[in-house]
């Protein structure tokens, strides 16, 4: 989808004077039967808190509704635009009508807002918000840099944030529940294997560690990996057949992926050296940069190579 596309589904969010829902209170509601009003089909928000929700039906018997819903007219009746909680606690309390401001949104735009709308008001845990951020940079184009502008917050919380999405679906539902933090799961990244991650994963919990003891975890599980596949022997070797910098060489490798939080190989040469960083978008790549330009502390000034992304 063309960036372009974005229009008066995000100004209706972000504060536009002439839309949204911050501005329904301008606008003659319509009092809408709850049962002629479906979800958004975009919502991105999977997961609704029950108590909170009785609560909010609570408030709702003594108080009534104080901000009408947004919704948008459809064939056979209207679909929520915004103000699903508000919906779902209504029902819970027994309401058989609703509040509701009427307005004629695209599919694009309820798109945008039923993002927008949720990750502003933070009712998203980490790895909705991860997808919600994806899919505003992959349907409507925007670039890290736009999201973050948008939402109020950092392009490396952004980047970081999505990046979650590349952990195991088990992993992901442990951030999802609030049983993992984002800088508890984070450095799970630079494991190879499922099988570390869900490890590693489960004794943070179990030890209730600190983001940086999961670092220091994971820095030693990958220093257990498994023997790599043998390089052909150089014609002329060391006489205890070892590489004297290998040990090194690996313990500088486990620490650059906890540090940058991806894949990182090092590849030894007679003349010069590489290091191989991977990284699985542009703005990831410029992530990888950021930190390797900001960082004060020297990973260490004992190899030296060749750096290559």
């Given at each position: 989808m063309n960036k372009r596309g974005l229009g008066r589904g995000l100004d209706a969010l972000f504060g536009s004077p002439n839309t949204g829902d911050a501005n329904v209170h301008n606008e003659q509601p319509n009092e809408?039967?709850?049962?002629?009003?479906?979800?958004n089909q975009?919502?991105?928000?999977?997961?609704?808190?029950e108590e909170a929700l009785a609560e909010l039906a609570q408030s709702i018997k003594q108080h009534g509704i104080i901000q009408p819903v947004v919704v948008r007219k459809t064939l056979s009746g209207y679909e929520l635009v915004a103000g699903e909680r508000r919906w779902r606690a209504s029902q819970l309390a027994g309401l058989k009508q609703i509040p509701a401001v009427v307005r004629d949104y695209t599919d694009a735009e309820m798109m945008e807002i039923a993002l927008i709308e949720n990750?502003?008001?933070r009712n998203l845990n980490m790895i909705?918000?991860?997808m919600a951020f994806r899919r505003l940079m992959e349907e409507f184009?925007?670039?890290?840099?736009?999201?973050a502008q948008r939402i109020g917050r950092s392009r490396s919380m952004i980047a970081n944030i999505v990046r979650l999405l590349n952990l195991h679906p088990e992993v992901q539902d442990f951030v999802s529940r609030g049983t993992l933090t984002m800088g508890q799961a984070r450095p799970l990244?630079?494991?190879e294997t499922v099988e570390m991650q869900l490890d590693a994963a489960n004794q943070i919990i179990e030890e209730d560690l600190s983001a940086r003891d999961a670092e220091e975890l994971v820095r030693r599980l990958a220093a257990r990996r498994p023997a790599k596949k043998a390089e052909p022997k150089p014609s002329v070797e060391p006489e205890?057949?070892?590489?004297?910098?290998?040990?090194?060489?690996n313990e500088f490798e486990d620490r650059l992926k906890v540090i940058l939080g991806t894949q990182v190989r090092i590849k030894p040469g007679k003349m010069k050296s590489k290091i191989e960083i991977e990284y699985y978008s542009p703005e990831d790549l410029e992530r990888i940069m950021e930190m390797l330009s900001t960082r004060q502390e020297p990973v260490s000034s004992k190899f030296r190579g060749q750096l290559v992304v």
């Open positions: 809408i039967a709850i049962k002629d009003i479906v979800p975009h919502q991105p928000r999977r997961d609704f808190d990750l502003q008001r909705e918000e991860a184009g925007l670039t890290q840099e736009e999201v990244l630079a494991l205890n057949g070892d590489d004297p910098n290998q040990f090194f060489m």
